[in-house]
């Protein structure tokens, strides 16, 4: 039961993330960045509510405070060191002014991402259904703004709509490959879930503070905050709710 809905809740994000950049990008210039610009908040609230109520709480449970917190600063260094190399940092807000990478360099960052994508999916199932379900939520709302800034990316790239579409669907199924893998192997090594929890939990604060907070205070000022906490917040509720 547990696979099937690892397998299940994986593959509705690969899909979900893919089909709806692809749907938002039909729409153009300032329809596309107002709706990027609603997700990116909606969207940090919902990893950080996964990381704090969701994953860092769980891997209390089993482990210390210190190896927790040391686990997290690991993860973070981790995801700095990734980006550094340009394998892991996307495009979220559009249009992008970053990030002109080769479309192959997006494919493969992409397919990190997902890949790590599929392992908190499936450490957090291993712990309970609804923290499974609250981390694919959170998954998926990061996913499509980010998708719809590769999307865009590949297309200036070269690529026609149908190559970038099943490129970026294809790379989105990293993640499957990733739940699979940690599911089978956690059995052997059940004491590492607490320590891939804390990982996950420290991919998502980097993404959320390190991709999603920046472009949002590049933009908008002090007035956006009016409509950018409830959203944020709302993330965060989404969360809470789901993990119980």
């Not at 981790?78 to 979220?92: G, N, Q, T």
Request: hydrophobic letters at 55%.
């Amino acid at each position: 039961m547990t696979l099937l809905l690892i397998l299940l809740f994986t593959l509705l994000g690969s899909a979900c993330s893919a089909g709806l950049a692809a749907l938002v990008l039909l729409f153009k210039g300032q329809h596309l960045a107002r709706i990027t610009t609603i997700l990116i908040p909606y969207a940090i609230g919902t990893l950080l509510g996964a990381a704090f109520f969701g994953m860092i709480p769980h891997a209390l449970l089993r482990i210390s405070n210190v190896s927790v917190l040391s686990a997290i600063l690991a993860g973070v260094i981790l995801f700095y060191v990734l980006e550094k190399f340009a394998l892991w940092r996307h495009c979220h807000e559009q249009p992008c002014d970053v990030h002109s990478r080769a479309g192959t360099m997006i494919l493969i960052g992409d397919s990190i991402h997902n890949f790590v994508d599929g392992v908190a999916i499936a450490a957090a199932f291993s712990e309970s259904v609804p923290l499974g379900i609250a981390t694919s939520v959170a998954v998926i709302t990061h996913e499509v703004p980010q998708e719809v800034g590769d999307f865009a990316i590949l297309l200036e790239s070269g690529y026609s709509r149908s190559r970038a579409f099943w490129f970026n669907l294809l790379s989105s199924l990293a993640a499957l490959l990733g739940a699979v893998m940690t599911y089978f192997l956690l059995p052997a090594v059940q004491s590492l879930v607490p320590y891939l929890l804390s990982v996950s939990a420290a991919s998502f604060i980097y993404i959320a503070l390190a991709d999603l907070v920046p472009g949002r205070r590049a933009t908008g000022g002090i007035k956006s905050l009016a409509w950018e906490l409830p959203l944020i917040g709302l993330g965060i509720a989404t969360i809470i709710l789901l993990r119980h």
